[in-house]
Each structure stands twice: as structure tokens, then as C-alpha cells.
């Protein structure tokens, strides 16, 4: 069975510009949940959503959006990028909106902003 | 606010010997701990969860303790392996936040052969 897919593995972007970064859940999974990993830090919360809806957000600035698709898989999109936008993002899904459904990370994308 | 830290960023383990990581949460309405495993390149892999109607809870090589009098959770690896180094993280959440869990900063776990 294919766990959480992210794409790309790895990207690098210069400041100002704007990156799409795309997860697909395992098959079945309805909630998507997006995390930013600063190297040497723990993963922190950006956004969740259920069911193509927004059901929570995080501090980070507007600069961060995110939506879901009919097929569930979503995409984080991150405007005027900046230096310290620089880590690890992750994606999480599980079957729903619960924290307690199988929760289940992918491998993450690497962004660098030169 | 939320906050979940680790006790000590780095633990160094003899092959064979039980480790035991901790973690301090601030939150006392966080109901539900998860422990996760990272290793290098990788995302956060699940290795055991809590309520926090539960003090403990055993996996296969695994126990995860629960003190919410002190908002303390610890992570013991029995008969600790090689393929256990790793980065480990607890990560908390309330109920009635859906999937927005908080990790602390984590601890590197080296075993040695």
C-alpha cells in the first residue's frame, strides 16, 4: 500500500518567489495536515483540513495557504518567499478528522530559499 | 500556551541496555501524546500513542509512561538496537483541535554497537 506521497522530494527556490508543494493521502484517508520542519526543531503546525475544508490553521502568516481537492490530495502554496522559509515540509494524513485515526507522515519535502 | 520540550536533546546507549527519553508538556487540557521516531531524510514515523485517561501503555519493545499530576511523559526502549538511533519526538494534542499536534524539539538517540 503507498503511504503519504510528497512531491517534489527536494526544491530550491529564490526569495520573493512562490513554490506549490503537493501531498496525496494514503487511499481511503479524507484529512490532510501540513507541518513545517526548521532543521533541529520539531515539526510545526500550519494547517489542517478535512473534507477539501479548513478545520484548523496555525501561526504562520498569510504568506501560507493551502486547499484540498475533491480527490483529497492537497497542495500548501507559499507567496514572497523568504530565507527562513527554508525546511522541511511535511504532510500527514489519517481517515479523519480526529487526531486519533491513524495518523501517518510522509517523507516530506525539502525546500531551500537562496 | 502550548508547549512541549525534552528533558535532554542528546542520549548516547549501549547496545543491548533500555533507554528512556523524556518530555514535559505545559498543557494540562492536552488529552492525547503521541511518540514519534525520525530518522535522517525521513518523515516522522509513528511508534506509540496515550490518552490521557491511560498512565501507561506497552508496545512491542516500547512503554510510553503518562504523569499528568506533572505534565511529564517518557518514551522506555527496551533492549535498545542500532536501528533505534534515531531523533525522537512526543507531540501532544487537545481535544477538539482535530489533527494539530505540538512537538517538542526532540532528542538524538545514538546506539552503541
Known amino acids: 500500500d503507498a503511504g503519504v506521497t510528497q512531491s517534489p522530494t527536494h526544491l530550491i527556490k529564490t526569495r520573493g518567489q512562490h513554490v506549490t508543494l503537493r501531498c496525496s493521502p494514503i487511499?481511503?484517508?479524507?484529512?490532510v495536515s501540513w507541518y513545517q520542519q526548521v532543521l533541529g526543531q520539531g515539526p510545526q503546525f500550519i494547517f489542517q483540513?478535512?473534507?477539501?475544508?479548513?478545520?484548523g490553521r496555525g501561526n504562520f502568516p498569510d504568506r501560507f495557504s493551502a486547499r484540498q481537492f475533491p480527490n483529497y490530495s492537497s497542495e500548501l502554496n507559499v507567496n514572497a518567499l523568504l530565507l527562513g522559509d527554508s525546511a522541511l515540509y511535511l504532510c500527514?494524513?489519517?481517515?479523519?478528522?480526529?487526531?486519533?485515526?491513524?495518523?501517518?507522515f510522509g517523507s516530506g519535502t525539502r525546500l531551500t530559499v537562496v | 500556551g502550548e508547549s512541549v520540550g525534552l528533558h535532554l536533546p542528546t542520549l548516547s546507549v549501549q547496545e543491548g541496555d533500555n533507554s528512556i527519553i523524556n518530555c514535559a508538556y505545559s498543557?494540562?487540557?492536552?488529552?492525547?501524546f503521541i511518540w514519534y521516531k525520525q530518522e535522517s531524510g525521513k518523515g516522522p514515523q509513528f511508534i506509540i500513542d496515550?490518552?490521557?485517561?491511560?498512565d501507561k501503555r506497552q508496545g512491542q519493545r516500547v512503554t510510553v509512561l503518562l504523569n499528568k499530576t506533572v505534565k511529564h511523559l517518557s518514551l522506555q526502549i527496551a533492549a535498545t538496537q542500532p536501528g533505534d538511533s534515531a531523533v525522537y519526538f512526543c507531540?501532544?494534542?487537545?481535544?477538539?483541535?482535530?489533527?494539530?499536534?505540538?512537538f517538542g524539539t526532540g532528542t538524538s538517540l545514538t546506539v552503541i554497537p
Open positions: 483540513y478535512y473534507e477539501k475544508e479548513e478545520r
Open positions: 498543557n494540562s487540557a492536552s488529552d492525547y
Open positions: 507531540a501532544e494534542n487537545m481535544l477538539g483541535t482535530g489533527n494539530q499536534f505540538y
Open positions: 500527514a494524513s489519517s481517515p479523519r478528522g480526529g487526531a486519533n485515526y491513524g495518523y501517518t
Open positions: 487511499s481511503g484517508h479524507k484529512s
Open positions: 496515550i490518552r490521557s485517561n491511560m
